[in-house]
């Protein structure tokens, strides 16, 4: 259903603010109006108004002073500032306090119906037929005319009653009224705000729970690289091992050959197979340091893989914590919920009653409840801040260990094909003519050496 809208009027002159009163009354608002600043102020500290219209050069509070005192008890409730010409400066400056349209006093009540109605976002349901001035000043002439005859004697000695009375008790069950379904509609707002609260932090814990798989797959996938890594160095302890072992046995085959063969036979030895012995030597003890770097590289690697995966595990538990706070502080909020909902129920069930007294009656306690939903509001926003900021940092850190894998993997590349390179060397060429003592000694450390790649290279 529609609610009355509320309109606080607060003019000095008793004739001006008896026209706008007659006139936002006609067009089926409620209206209060007052004369001095303090009164109205201390009515708007206990009653909500949709609109402030008021007067610029009011008694007591010159210029835009009430405006600031209006704002600073209700911040939302839009102004209409009534000035008596307009003014530029006076315009910017209004704009400025908050002040939601200027208008001058002498406008016609049309025009001044249509932009109040804009101010309260009324114009879809269609515009009433306003009173004219001279309505104004017939409903005028007759509340004096009443006034006046409810102040003279009945002619018969009868005492008359006073017509005013009945429309203010009516106006006071009014106003009670009307100030229920306002804190009612108040709490409803909360309650909404609330639920959009827990909504939003449910899909922000869905998130954090994808997240958390995401970061199990990686630290899965960064496992089976420190497997692979594993298994490259094993594999190259390997082949260290083997080309350890094959160059012990050249090495005791030449030994062998050396004392097998006669001291005279093996002077004449050419000097293109020894300095191919020693070239060849030479590229194998080049390798084998190589074999040593990418050996060390590869533990570095594997130390650094330690210390992130550790860290990893540090991150997921920290990430786990997290989680069961945000689950207890949603249980807490939910618990809230049901208490508000709880209440508001019990309360419909009494306001059957006429005599059961209002919940929301004591402001004290309501201003309490404020506090504290903004309280929980504050903590939740900073929950979810630093919610932001661990999901950045750990984003970051996933960016970072991507990258040391490419290098990792770039390393294994150019190992492999260093591999590949040594396996494919060209055989030496074959030695001169010698005697056959001679070629038997050059030839066996040669194909000792291809034996030995071959394997390799296999």
């Known amino acids: ?87 530029l400066p006076l315009v910017v400056q209004g704009i400025r306090l908050g002040v939601a349209d200027v208008l001058a006093a002498q406008e016609e009540p049309r025009v001044m ?35 006046g005859a409810g102040r003279s004697a009945h002619p018969l000695g009868v005492h008359t009653r006073e017509p005013g009375a009945d429309l203010l008790r009516v106006s006071k069950d009014k106003a009670v009224l009307e ?24 899909a922000d814990a869905g998130r954090l729970q994808a997240e958390l798989a995401e970061l199990r797959t990686e630290r899965e996938l960064a496992a089976a690289t420190q497997a692979a890594i594993d298994e490259k160095a094993r594999a190259l302890s390997e082949t260290r091992a083997a ?82 706070n945000l689950r207890a502080y949603e249980e807490r909020l939910r618990k809230i919920q049901a208490q508000l909902e709880a209440d508001r129920v019990l309360w419909f069930s009494a306001s059957t009653r006429p005599s059961s007294p209002s919940p929301f009656t004591d402001d004290a306690a309501l201003r309490e409840a404020w506090a504290k939903l903004q309280r929980a509001t504050e903590l939740l926003e900073a929950e979810r801040a630093n919610f932001k900021d661990d999901r950045l940092a750990m984003q970051e850190h996933h960016r970072a260990v991507k990258r040391r894998e490419e290098q990792v993997r770039d390393r294994e590349i150019q190992l492999s094909m260093r591999e590949k390179t040594l396996s494919e060397l060209p055989p030496p060429p074959p030695p001169a003519a010698a005697p056959a003592g001679i070629r038997n000694f050059t030839r066996a450390p040669m194909e000792m050496a291809r034996a030995v790649f071959g394997a390799r290279k296999e």
Do not use: C
Request: avoid cysteine; proline fraction near 4%; aromatic fraction near 6%.
């Open 1 to 87: 259903m529609n609610l009355v809208k509320k309109i606080l009027v607060v003019h000095g002159d008793a004739r001006v603010r008896r026209h706008l009163v007659l006139l936002f009354a006609d067009a089926g608002f409620d209206v209060r109006a007052f004369a001095t600043a303090e009164s109205a102020a201390d009515n708007a500290r206990g009653e909500w108004y949709d609109l402030a219209v008021i007067d610029h050069e009011l008694s007591g509070a010159p210029g835009f002073v009430f405006v600031d005192m209006l704002k600073k008890i209700q911040p939302t409730v839009p102004v209409l500032l009534l000035v008596s010409r307009l003014e």
């Open 113 to 147: 119906l249509r932009r109040v109605r804009t101010l309260l976002r009324l114009e879809s349901l269609g515009e009433p037929e306003s009173v004219t001035p001279e309505d104004l000043a017939q409903v005028e002439s007759m509340l004096e005319n009443l006034s």
């Open 179 to 202: 100030a229920r379904v306002e804190r009612l509609q108040h709490e409803k707002d909360a309650l909404e705000a609330e639920l959009k609260t827990l909504l939003g932090q449910n």
């Open 243 to 324: 080309i350890a072992s094959e160059r012990s046995q050249l090495e005791h085959e030449r030994q062998n050959r050396e004392k097998s063969t006669p001291a005279a036979v093996m002077a004449p030895e050419p000097a293109a197979g020894h300095a191919e012995i020693i070239a060849w030597r030479e590229r194998l003890a080049a390798e084998e340091d190589r074999l040593a770097e990418e050996t060390a590289r590869f533990r570095e690697e594997s130390t650094r893989f330690a210390q992130e995966r550790r860290r990893w595990h540090e991150d997921l538990d920290l990430f786990r914590s997290q989680e069961e």
